[in-house]
């Protein structure tokens, strides 16, 4: 018997048409984002923000930003999807609860703080750490849509600028990615076949 992860990822498809009339409630938000941060990121940095954009207006503004993409508007939300450029300086309020909850010791995070300084001082490393962060979350969001029953369109078709501006991105965040979710229409492809493993696996 195949395991339920195995096949919510063997089942999953990029959707383009979704059903206009579905609608997320706040509850079903804020429960795939709280699944989405599951997501690991280095040095616990939880260096991400997730915008649920599904007002009407808000969606017609991000479509004119996403190359006209009717999925946009039509899915339920369409989640901007940030990375925010790593601070070293919030690593001591990050881990606190792992201290709290008694399995990290208390003298680690000015050690990972002064790790992550040195690291992400150069500022390409920086904003490559943003990137990854962002789609960690992002794939951990559409898994999580998928095990609730939803349908997801990634798209990074997009003018980054104009999302930064009109949606208020502050300097530090970075809009990697876009995820519409919603209820799938009829009319999707299925899963795209994939390239030969051969072609795309080695062991060393």
């Known amino acids: 018997m195949t395991h339920p992860t195995i096949a919510l990822i063997e089942q999953r498809f990029s959707a383009n048409l979704f059903d206009a009339s579905h609608r997320l409630s706040d509850g079903e938000i804020e429960r795939l984002v709280r699944l989405a941060v599951r997501a690991p990121t280095a040095y616990h940095l939880q260096n991400w923000r997730f915008i649920?954009?599904?007002?009407?207006?808000?969606?017609?503004?991000?479509?004119?930003?996403?190359?006209?993409?009717?999925?946009?508007?039509?899915?339920?939300?369409?989640?901007?999807?940030?990375?925010?450029?790593?601070?070293?300086?919030?690593?001591?309020?990050?881990?606190?609860?792992?201290?709290?909850?008694?399995?990290?010791?208390?003298?680690?995070?000015?050690?990972?703080?002064a790790a992550a300084a040195g690291q992400y001082g150069d500022p390409r490393a920086a904003q490559d750490e943003a990137v990854r962060s962002a789609t960690l979350g992002a794939a951990t969001l559409m898994l999580a849509a998928q095990a609730l029953g939803l349908a997801c369109g990634p798209m990074t078709g997009f003018d980054a600028g104009g999302v930064a501006r009109e949606f208020g991105l502050a300097h530090d965040e970075v809009p990697v990615m876009l995820v519409a979710v919603g209820r799938a229409a009829p009319g999707n492809w299925p899963q795209k076949p994939r390239r030969p493993l051969a072609e795309v696996l080695d062991m060393a």
Request: glycine share 6%; with cysteine; net charge positive.
């Open 52 to 113: 649920a954009v599904r007002s009407p207006e808000g969606k017609a503004r991000l479509r004119r930003l996403a190359w006209n993409q009717p999925k946009v508007e039509a899915a339920a939300a369409t989640f901007i999807v940030c990375g925010v450029r790593p601070d070293a300086g919030a690593l001591p309020e990050r881990l606190r609860p792992s201290i709290e909850a008694g399995f990290m010791p208390p003298d680690m995070p000015s050690a990972w703080q």
